[in-house]
């Protein structure tokens, strides 16, 4: 089975500090995401990349960055966590460059981050 | 773009009743469809798709879900819920062409399936 890791399960941060989400994916996957949840909207995308060193703006990258240096490991970067910035923070991979196992995605628990 | 509609944000629903939970999305290509469950303080988990083929797809835990295209329409269907179906549901959809931005998936708002005693 597919594997997907978030570094913290929860996340309590000060307004201005940098926040870093790690993210880990232990098949080999091409493709890693970053969502951020919120109710009443569903899932966002903020950032993916389908390849080491590659990235991609998904809907609201606004305030975030994010790093892929390796395969497996995709992060997402607060520069200045803000108070709106408060979510849960969901981290999705898939494989393949082609065909529909591609758009197959697998989650992560999620890292609910409050910033104060 | 592609988007996604799911109609009704909170759904209850007494045990062993069926359930529909729907799902509308607009796009002007042919798309792929999913449905993915979220149990309380966890990620979320693929119940089914539709790639091509049979419009009713069956997923896991006894859902199901039927493609109409005319309708634009993927609505999840259960016929007896249990206790344990207590969950958020997202439906979401994406491009079927080859494309970068085809890998992304654009999910609906969410239903909270609530399943009562």
């Known amino acids: 089975d597919v594997k997907v890791t978030q570094s913290s399960r929860y996340l309590v941060k000060r307004t201005g500090e940098k926040v870093f989400l790690e993210c880990v994916q232990d098949?080999?996957?091409?493709?890693m995401f970053w969502y951020r949840q919120d109710p009443g909207l569903g899932l966002r995308l903020i950032y993916f990349s389908y390849d080491v060193k590659m990235k991609e703006k998904g809907d609201i990258p606004e305030g975030y960055s994010v790093s892929r240096e390796k395969k497996e490991r995709f992060s997402l970067i607060l520069e200045s966590a803000s108070t709106n910035q408060t979510s849960m923070y969901l981290c999705?991979?898939?494989?393949?460059?082609?065909?529909?196992?591609?758009?197959?995605?697998?989650f992560g628990p999620g890292t609910r981050l409050t910033v104060l | 773009a592609q988007s996604v509609t799911q109609l009704d944000s909170q759904v209850p629903v007494f045990e062993e009743a069926p359930v529909e939970l729907r799902c509308n999305y607009s796009?002007?290509?042919?798309?792929?469809l999913f449905w993915y469950v979220q149990y309380p303080n966890q990620g979320l988990q693929l119940l089914l798709k539709?790639?091509?083929?049979?419009?009713l797809v069956k997923g896991i835990n006894g859902f199901e879900a039927e493609f109409n295209k005319s309708q634009t329409s993927f609505h999840l269907r259960k016929p007896s819920v249990h206790i344990s179906d207590t969950a958020e549901y997202f439906c979401a959809v994406t491009l079927s062409i080859s494309s970068g931005s085809a890998r992304q998936l654009t999910f609906g708002s969410g239903t909270q399936l609530t399943v009562l005693p």
């Open positions: 098949m080999d996957h091409e493709n």
């Open positions: 796009s002007s290509v042919s798309v792929y």
């Open positions: 539709y790639l091509s083929g049979s419009t």
């Open positions: 999705a991979s898939s494989r393949g460059t082609s065909g529909a196992k591609r758009n197959e995605q697998f």
